[in-house]
């Protein structure tokens, strides 16, 4: 059973930052493409950064691009989302994402986590 648990959400206020991790199980995490997508209260589900399998590259929703690193650690099967000078419509829930490739920053998501809650105070 392919389980995705999100960690390091919170409050925090705007200009600040967070560090999200997740980590996986019953996947071959080095073989898939991970990411991040984040859906704001009433609104639809985003895309926010996508990486390789290795780690080469990236991919970024404008919206966070130049603030948000995403990275990956294969022997701990975790994947990291740093977010920084954080804005209050950077608030939502920030969910994990595994995908068989990253489409050219367009992955078609296979497994899902819980989400993580962000709320960045103004």
């Known amino acids: 059973q392919v389980q995705l648990v999100e960690s390091g959400g919170g409050l925090v206020q705007a200009g600040g930052s967070l560090r999200l991790s997740c980590t996986a199980s019953?996947?071959?995490?080095?073989?898939?493409?991970m990411g991040w997508s984040r859906q704001a209260p009433g609104k639809e589900r985003d895309f926010v950064a996508v990486?390789?399998?290795?780690?080469?590259?990236?991919y970024y929703a404008d919206s966070v691009k130049g603030r948000f690193t995403i990275s990956r650690d294969n022997a701990k099967n975790t994947v990291f989302l740093q977010m920084n000078s954080l804005k209050p419509e950077d608030t939502a829930v920030y969910y994990c994402?595994?995908?068989?490739?990253?489409?050219?920053?367009?992955?078609?998501?296979?497994?899902w986590g819980q989400g993580t809650q962000v709320t960045v105070s103004s």
């Open positions: 990486i390789s399998w290795s780690g080469g590259g990236s």
């Open positions: 994402a595994a995908a068989t490739t990253m489409n050219y920053g367009r992955p078609k998501y296979k497994y």
């Open positions: 019953g996947l071959f995490f080095s073989s898939f493409a």
